[in-house]
Nanobody, 125 residues
Framework: VQLQASGGGLVQAGGSLRLSCAAS????????MSWFRQAPGKEREFVAG????????FYGDSVKGRFTISRDSAKNSVYLQMNSLKPEDTAVYFC???????????????????WGQGTQVTVSS
């Protein structure tokens, strides 16, 4: 699976962005899909994830109520709608895919087999 993330940019605090991650390969439906982010000088952080069936959705505590993850199997894509953005949301956002991800491991980087190249999100105050 190859992943291509897009949609990042510069936005003012309180604004919105929608990130997209397009996956190649026929095994998209077999993969859990998630978003992580990494701010300068910080460790990579889990943002949101969806199980391969799309039935389980998970969010990091810092984005609950503001971000929404969704997936479109027909388009082999996963999306991250980000609302009410804050300066602390500034980071490089990565999409990730994993075949063996389960509920207890969805927040772990090590659970994912494939990573996109990242897209920069900058939120100005």
């Amino acid at each position: 699976v190859q992943l291509q993330a897009s949609g990042g940019g510069l936005v003012q605090a309180g604004g919105s962005l929608r990130l997209s991650c397009a996956a190649s390969g026929r095994t998209f439906r077999d993969n859990a899909m998630s978003w992580f982010r990494q701010a300068p000088g910080k460790e990579r952080e889990f943002v949101a994830g969806t199980r391969r069936s799309g039935s389980g959705i998970f969010y990091g505590d810092s984005v609950k109520g503001r971000f929404t993850i969704s997936r479109d199997s027909a388009k082999n894509s996963v999306y991250l709608q980000m609302n009410s953005l804050k300066p602390e949301d500034t980071a490089v956002y990565f999409c990730a895919a994993g075949v063996t991800v389960i509920s207890s491991t969805v927040r772990l980087e090590s659970a994912y087999n494939y990573w996109g190249q990242g897209t920069q999100v900058t939120v100005s105050s």
